[in-house]
T-cell receptor, first 113, second 114 residues
Framework: KAGVTQTPRYLIKTRGQQVTLSCSPISGHRSVSWYQQTPGQGLQFLFEYFSETQRNKGNFPGRFSGRQFSNSRSEMNVSTLELGDSALYLC????????????FGPGTRLLVL | AQTVTQSQPEMSVQEAETVTLSCTYDTSESDYYLFWYKQPPSRQMILVIRQEAYKQQNATENRFSVNFQKAAKSFSLKISDSQLGDAAMYFCASLGGGAQKLVFGQGTRLTINP
């Protein structure tokens, strides 16, 4: 069974631009969660989608948004990029039941200049 | 709110020896789950081991085992017969409160000396 895939793997953007990251979960997994990893703040939860609905949201500004499609693929969008948005963005998928193990993709490294 | 604390920023061990990584957590939830993930230089987060809080028996996966002390809110990871491939950042994480939201500790960088 294929693992979680994320595209693109690397991105360079400039301040003020917007970016869209994509995540394809493991086949059969319907929950997709997103995390931001930075040296200063560590790993922080962004949001979780299940069945095309945002089920949980972390403490991030409204510039961070996401969505999930009927095939469980998910995208996250960051608008009006700031330097502090430079990070590794990790996507994880799991079965639908809360408490199930989350399996991570390789991440997307975003650099904002 | 849940919190996870890893008090050892760095650890090192000789190849083939045993090392224990510490983790403490705090939660008001009665139903929760605990995990150890490793993140090698590739940055891919890999599940090491999982523990359901309602299970008294400590989880084991080959050379990896945990010491789950529920009353003390402690969840340490023991790696036996350390191998060079075990070198990575290790993150302790908790999940609970009816949400698929992992709360991570700050990580422990493990170095294996040949």
């Amino acid at each position: 069974k294929a693992g979680v895939t994320q595209t693109p793997r690397y991105l360079i953007k400039t301040r003020g631009q917007q970016v869209t990251l994509s995540c394809s979960p493991i086949s059969g997994h319907r929950s997709v969660s997103w995390y931001q990893q930075t040296p200063g703040q560590g790993l922080q939860f962004l949001f979780e989608y299940f069945s095309e609905t945002q089920r949980n949201k972390g403490n991030f500004p409204g510039r961070f948004s996401g969505r999930q499609f009927s095939n469980s693929r998910s995208e996250m969008n960051v608008s009006t990029l700031e330097l502090g948005d430079s990070a590794l963005y990790l996507c994880a998928s799991s079965l639908q039941v809360v408490g199930e193990t989350q399996y991570f993709g390789p991440g997307t490294r975003l650099l904002v200049l | 709110a849940q919190t996870v604390t890893q008090s050892q920023p760095e650890m090192s061990v000789q190849e083939a020896e045993t090392v224990t990584l510490s983790c403490t957590y705090d939660t008001s939830e009665s139903d929760y789950y605990l995990f150890w993930y490793k993140q090698p230089p590739s940055r891919q987060m890999i599940l090491v081991i999982r523990q359901e809080a309602y299970k008294q028996q400590n989880a084991t996966e080959n050379r990896f085992s945990v010491n789950f002390q529920k009353a003390a809110k402690s969840f340490s990871l023991k790696i036996s017969d350390s191998q060079l491939g075990d070198a990575a950042m290790y993150f302790c994480a908790s999940l609970g409160g009816g949400a698929q939201k992992l709360v991570f500790g700050q990580g422990t960088r493990l170095t294996i000396n040949p």
